[in-house]
């Protein structure tokens, strides 16, 4: 068997917890990783390094091209640059796959869904461009490019097409944004017809999109959106299936992918055993499927897909008693079993 080398960032807030989480589950799983664990975030700062994204776990993550990481804490307002916004832009991590999907036994209002939100990752308003006017007038400039647009709407549709998927809806707000938007839209419309006819194309504004959305999410697909319109729908769309518990994600280059949960890094449940490590063992799962050990991937999807349907042994937030370290107990004892 294959021995791999994956960078593990463990992260702040819950991140630790959940990550020591999808390490044991993975190991479990009997795959060979060697788990390079690096410093970023509040964390990596506390520790004496100089900025929360060190130079050295970049080198990493560039040497080894695989990484899997716990959510990191940014301070609000001034300070350091957003450690994913400069991970995912010095990494040229462009796409954002974070698949939403109903899972059995986890009860919510709607049955049947299974979309992937794919978002652009290294612009929009993540560029970080701001600047003062003057005292009292500060603007946050929105950037989309065409290079950026059409790469991320090829991603989405290879993707949906790999995947045997039936319709791409891209989210929008081009009626106000005729520039940026448009250009996304321009960008979507020329990838579908020339080169996936095939797949079904619609264009949505966002706020009717969000409103289809919770009114019935089993019609969706997959959606592709600019940055900031993801962010934001990917949480939503968690609640609509069980939470941030369970959603997972993966921000994907060309030669390199990180592995993350959609979820932050909790610090009003941080350090209390209270947070379910699932989105981040399901990232794992996306990673160990990108390096090509999917029977691994699948013996810790059936497991953990057995326990929720049993409905006996689940952490808070999907309605059980059990903390953090009991769920992995678990989880780590039904992959080792293979059941
Ligand atoms: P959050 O996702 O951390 O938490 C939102 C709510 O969901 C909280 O009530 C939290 O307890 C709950 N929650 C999240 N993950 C959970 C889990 N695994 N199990 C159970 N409950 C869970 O969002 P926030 O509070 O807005 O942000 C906290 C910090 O995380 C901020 O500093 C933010 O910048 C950062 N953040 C980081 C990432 C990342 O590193 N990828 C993503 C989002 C937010």
Redesign the pocket.
Known sequence: MAQHTIVMIQ?D??GPE?SDAARRVIDASGVKINWEVMPAGASAIEQGHDNVLPAITLDAIRHHKVALKG????PVGKGFKS??VQLRQQLKLYAAIRPVRSLVGVKTRYEDVDMVIVRENTEGLYSGIENEIVPGVVTSLKVASEPACTRISRYAFRYANRRHRKKVTVFHKANIMKLTDGMFLDCARKVWKEEYPNIEYEEVIIDAGCMRLVQDPTRMDVLLMENLYGDLVSDLCAGLVG???VVPGSNIGDDVAVF??????????AGKD????L?CIMSGVMMLNHIQEEAAGERIKVAYNAILAEGKEL?R?LGGTLGTKAFTEVLVKRVAKGS
Do not use: R, Y
């Open positions: 992260g807030g819950i959940v959510p990191v804490t940014t450690v994913n939470g941030l518990g993350e949960a959609v979820h932050g890094s909790a610090p009003d449940i209270m947070a379910n490590p989105a952490t937030d």
